[in-house]
């Protein structure tokens, strides 16, 4: 069943890590729906953030849906991990692994919801045949590692090929969008077709967290 308003992920990786408890508590009360958990380890990406035992602790402190995008290398050996330390939902990426079918699949063993995610230039033809096991799929609209970078705008035209795979499959997977999203470019992404949208910079720079989320909730699609 698809959601009847956009989804919004604010990225913790933009967020004040000294005083994370108060930022997780923000982002609820914003009125968000998931909260995004960035997870690199400096060689699948270069840069380094959360390992399990920080998620475990930040578990502690918001009821929402924690939503592990690993940035990773061998994400298959981390799975269990993520799932003790609090995750509800967790991608990896399509470029780290070699069996796709087997990791969705295990995700979804656990009680997970599975999600695969392509790089700015990875073909959608890398995923078609995983496309029924996943949960989300995350498009990255940027070059994964570092927060508060620009929007690459041919990468929209993905999103739209992937939106039309998908109904063409009668399959009910999201769509999530990570990377350079703000209000100016929110309404583009969601008309593409995009399900989720991921707002690092935007989210923890914005004047008014509540009005912001709001907006983009009742962005049409």
Known sequence: ????HTLVAPSILS??????????????????????VDVMDGHFVPNLTFGPPIIKAFRAHSRLPFDVHLMIEQPERWLEAWKDAGADRITFHIEACRHAHRYLAAVREMGL????????QTPLCEIEYVLEECDQVLIMTVNPGFGGQKL???VIEKIRQLRKMIDDKGLNTLIQVDGGISLKNAQ????????????GSAFFSAADRKSLVREVQSLKK
């Open 188 to 199: 583009k992404i969601c008309a593409a077709g995009a399900d989720v949208l991921v707002m």
């Open 113 to 120: 919801a599975s999600g695969i995610t392509l790089n700015p």
């Open 15 to 36: 967020a004040d890590f000294a005083n994370m408890a108060a930022e997780l508590q923000a982002i609820e009360a914003s009125g968000a729906d998931w909260i995004h």
């Open 152 to 154: 690459i705008e041919p």
């Open 1 to 4: 069943m698809k959601n009847q």
